[in-house]
């Protein structure tokens, strides 16, 4: 009794402080990106504290957590088990509760507002779900057979733009042409352009998954660190969640568009509306 309290408890403090993370990464996302965060001492404060209090929740977590058996196996348990180091732990729990929650958030409202767009891209993912899961669980193993599914994911996170932005650290000195990249550089990519280059991409602005149908295109998205190797752990959990979740949708429901909506994007560190997105939705049976 005392266990299953302190589990809810956990799992509680967590969704009471969801608007929490939403306020650190929305600070991160307006502030760093335009540099205001660092000349609004107010607002720089607002989110040093958001953050300090966000840093002691995980730490919480963290010491309860460690050495203790509970029934409910959750993300933080597979760092402390791991072979880390208290900060390591620290740091991957932030960086995994601020960017897949988020990450998670708008590639699950994207490719709802994607599919209401498209019947027969709805008809097709719901033909796969009904061939890979019929009438049983959704599974991991399963989840891997929906191939058009991550087409769909894939298509999504091009044309949505979902992350218009990434960095990464040059670890060794490298050339583009007669340009030398030094080693410890900060190379910023700047997808949101590359992934709607006409010049790779056909008719950029139109969803079509089928697109990926061509081992090439997948490659060449690829290599842009969506996929593979390279994919990263919070891509990979929001391509995870995302599933199950339209496994569910697309089985049940047909997903409509609202007449006359139109949806403004708004680019920060994720892609997301500008206002809320609505759908109508129908029962298949």
């Not at 300090?52 to 959750?74: C, D, P, T, W």
Request: charged share 25%.
């Amino acid at each position: 009794m005392r266990k299953n309290l302190y589990e809810n408890g956990v799992t509680n403090s967590l969704k009471s402080n969801f608007a929490l993370l939403l306020k650190v990464w929305s600070e991160i996302g307006k502030g760093f990106l335009d540099g205001s965060l660092d000349k609004n001492t107010t607002r720089k404060k607002q989110y040093e504290d958001a953050l300090m209090q966000l840093e002691s929740i995980l730490k919480n977590i963290i010491k309860e957590r460690k050495g203790r058996n509970f029934s409910q196996h959750v993300f933080i348990d597979s760092l402390v088990q791991g072979n880390l180091n208290d900060q390591q732990i620290l740091e991957d729990s932030m960086i995994f509760s601020l960017a897949s929650c988020i990450i998670t958030a708008k590639l699950c409202t994207w490719a709802i507002c994607f599919l209401t767009t498209s019947e027969e891209v709805q008809k097709k993912l719901y033909e796969e779900i009904e061939q890979v899961f019929g009438n049983g669980p959704i599974t991991p193993e399963k989840i891997e057979q929906l191939r058009y599914c991550r087409h769909v994911l894939c298509e999504t996170v091009r044309t949505a733009k979902l992350t218009p932005v990434s960095a990464r650290l040059q670890d060794i000195e490298g050339k583009i042409d007669q340009f030398i990249i030094p080693r410890e550089t900060l190379v910023l990519y700047a997808l949101g352009v590359v992934l709607q280059d006409p010049n790779t991409w056909p008719s950029p602005h139109r969803f079509d998954p089928d697109r990926f149908d061509d081992e090439l295109v997948m490659k060449t998205f690829s290599s842009l660190g969506f996929s593979g190797t390279q994919e990263c752990p919070e891509l990979r959990f929001a391509y995870m969640v995302t599933t199950v979740l339209l496994s569910v949708l697309v089985k049940r429901l047909h997903l409509l568009s609202v007449e006359g909506q139109v949806i403004e994007t708004k680019y920060e560190l994720v892609t997301s509306s500008r206002e809320e997105a609505w759908i109508t939705v129908s029962k298949r049976y």
